[in-house]
């Protein structure tokens, strides 16, 4: 079973009232040192078989068509979840 | 007798409200299901307000895809009436047939209040029984009430005289530019956030001039709409 990560996040010249929210709070939680945050959405779909690049083709055009609204949001990112986490491991980027 | 047809999608609130302002007007409302691509004769369409498929993925967004709204979409451009009111407006805008889109209020607050507008444009199939510039009163109810565009839609809505209600005395959510409504570049198709159709019947609506709960402001929608078909 394979598993495509798909990344929206609002257009940087959109206000983020979300990120905003969360900006506010986190200083009063003690941490400072974030100046700002953005919050977008983190899909994951799922396929029976593995992530071939014609499921990945589908994955970005689903994530196009229904998953963003191109006024208001860009998608980021479009991924093989399991690449996506060899890749941050042999990275050494993982906690 | 003119047939306004109004659209329930799984979780729309407003549409028993929807079909007692047709009522009230002198039309006869027609139940329009969402999984069913058969507008039923109809001529004219309200897409009332609610949280359609509960806004998880984004306001209207999900609502866009449903059979009846193909229907929809085809008679709009064919030149019926639409109407689209709060989450309705978010579908229109979701469907492509007005440009922006409603992003979460400023503020971050559902907000709910009687609302005054300013009537920008009586020439849409929606609004020929307005004065120019009237200010009405309707209610505001929303969660995801921004309106947003880029600079150079917003300078072409302007252009184009298809703003058609502007917020008077507050912008109630951090709408570009005051927006609280606009149509598509015929006039038959227009989106607003607040609420008309809860504004159509003395003792059940916002206070008006004649005392409390007096306001009807909301009603010349519907009228608006017969008087357009018949002409």
């Known amino acids: 079973m394979g598993r495509v990560v798909v990344d929206v996040m609002p257009k940087p010249e959109i206000l983020d009232p979300q990120g905003k929210a969360v900006a506010g709070a986190l200083p009063r939680l003690g941490f400072g040192q974030f100046t700002s945050v953005r919050q977008g959405k983190r899909f994951e779909l799922e396929v029976d078989g593995p992530v071939t690049?014609?499921?990945?083709?589908?994955?970005?055009?689903a994530a196009e068509q229904v998953l963003s609204n191109p006024v208001i949001e860009d998608v980021v990112r479009v991924a093989d979840a399991e690449a996506d986490a060899a890749a941050t491991i042999a990275s050494g980027n993982l906690a | 007798m003119t047939r306004i047809g109004v659209v329930t999608?799984?979780?729309?609130?407003?549409?028993?409200?929807?079909?007692?302002?047709?009522?009230?007007?002198?039309?006869?409302?027609?139940?329009?299901?969402?999984?069913d691509a058969d507008l039923r004769g109809v001529d004219?369409?309200?897409?009332?307000?609610?949280?359609?498929?509960?806004?998880?993925?984004?306001?209207?967004?999900?609502?866009r895809f449903a059979p009846v709204m193909g229907e929809v979409v085809?008679?709009?451009?064919?030149?019926?009436?639409?109407?689209?009111?709060?989450?309705?407006?978010?579908?229109?805008?979701?469907?492509?047939?007005?440009?922006?889109?409603?992003?979460?209020?400023?503020?971050l607050h559902f907000v709910c209040r009687?609302?005054?507008?300013?009537?920008?444009s009586t020439d849409t199939a929606w609004t020929g029984e307005y004065a120019a510039g009237e200010r009405i009163t309707i209610p505001?109810?929303?969660?995801?009430?921004?309106?947003?565009?880029?600079?150079?839609?917003?300078?072409?809505l302007e252009g184009e005289g298809r703003v058609v209600f502007r917020y008077e005395d507050t912008n109630p959510n951090g709408s570009r530019r005051g927006i609280a409504g606009i149509s598509n570049a015929k006039g038959n198709v227009v989106g607003l956030m607040p609420h008309p159709e809860h504004a159509v019947e003395a003792g059940f609506g916002p206070d008006g001039a004649r005392g409390p709960r007096s306001g009807t402001d909301g009603l010349r929608f519907f009228t608006s709409v017969m008087r357009s078909l018949v002409s």
Request: charged share 20%; proline share 5%; with cysteine.
């Open chain 1, 53 to 61: 690049p014609e499921v990945l083709a589908a994955a970005a055009a």
């Open chain 2, 9 to 35: 999608f799984p979780g729309t609130l407003d549409d028993r409200d929807a079909a007692r302002a047709v009522r009230l007007a002198g039309g006869e409302p027609v139940a329009l299901w969402h999984a």
């Open chain 2, 44 to 63: 004219a369409v309200v897409l009332p307000g609610g949280f359609s498929y509960g806004d998880y993925l984004r306001a209207g967004a999900i609502s």
């Open chain 2, 74 to 107: 085809e008679a709009a451009g064919k030149g019926m009436p639409v109407l689209g009111i709060c989450n309705g407006f978010q579908v229109l805008t979701e469907a492509h047939l007005l440009p922006g889109s409603m992003i979460k209020n400023d503020h």
């Open chain 2, 114 to 120: 009687e609302q005054v507008l300013s009537v920008e």
């Open chain 2, 140 to 156: 505001l109810k929303n969660q995801d009430g921004q309106y947003v565009a880029d600079e150079s839609t917003l300078d072409e």
